[in-house]
């Protein structure tokens, strides 16, 4: 049986290729979530077709170990990170170079790699950024940086680039429940 690991399974990304995936009974998930004891996160668990399929393992990002040992006998890895936890582009790099780390090190066969590109590859010129600006969108900097050391380190991985994730966009924004009321609306015919 294929098994595989999926970083960031509590977020909204990772969690939506958990359920899908587990949709299929051929497939052995690995939930990779520092949030291990969360009970609100395993009642979402139980909800879903093969919950046995399912196993959860404790990795942080910021912690290499806890990385490579949630790895162990995966053999795909569908990695992602989030920037807008900590909105540190240094961090993140350390923390993607850290999964990358945890694959090589368990032999993992492939990596998916959810991306964006490296602005500071592109040949901009606004008025508005300084000579020493180092990111001009650090979200998708920091991501597109590690793309490099993925191939560095010649892990075979897909680079998935993802348009924004609109469902995040509910939880930024606070929208308010608007009713009607139809008797209240009135008609007029005529």
């Not at 970083?7 to 299929?24: D, H, M, P, W, Y």
């Not at 052995?28 to 009970?39: A, C, E, M, P, Y």
């Not at 490099?148 to 939880?171: A, E, G, M, R, V």
């Amino acid at each position: 049986m294929i098994t595989i690991g999926v970083c960031g399974a509590s977020g909204t990304q990772g969690n939506s290729v958990i359920r899908e995936l587990n949709k299929f009974n051929n497939y052995k998930l690995v939930f990779i979530t520092r949030q291990i004891d969360n009970i609100e996160l395993k009642n979402k668990l139980n909800e879903y077709e093969n919950i046995n399929s399912i196993e959860i393992r404790y990795g942080d990002y910021d912690r290499p170990l806890t990385m490579i040992d949630a790895l162990v006998d995966c053999n795909y890895v569908y990695a992602i990170t989030n920037f807008w936890e900590h909105s540190n582009v240094n961090r993140e790099i350390e923390q993607a170079k850290n999964i990358a780390i945890a694959c090589k090190t368990n032999n993992v066969s492939g990596i998916i790699w959810s991306t964006l590109e490296n602005t500071n590859e592109w040949n901009v010129e606004l008025e508005k950024i300084s000579e020493d600006s180092k990111h001009l969108i650090p979200h998708f900097d920091s991501k597109g940086i590690v793309n490099q050391y993925f191939k560095d380190i010649n892990i075979d991985t897909c680079f998935l680039h993802l348009s924004f994730y609109y469902s995040n966009f509910i939880n930024l924004i606070p929208f308010e429940k608007v009713s009607i009321n139809n008797s209240e609306e009135g008609s007029e015919e005529g």
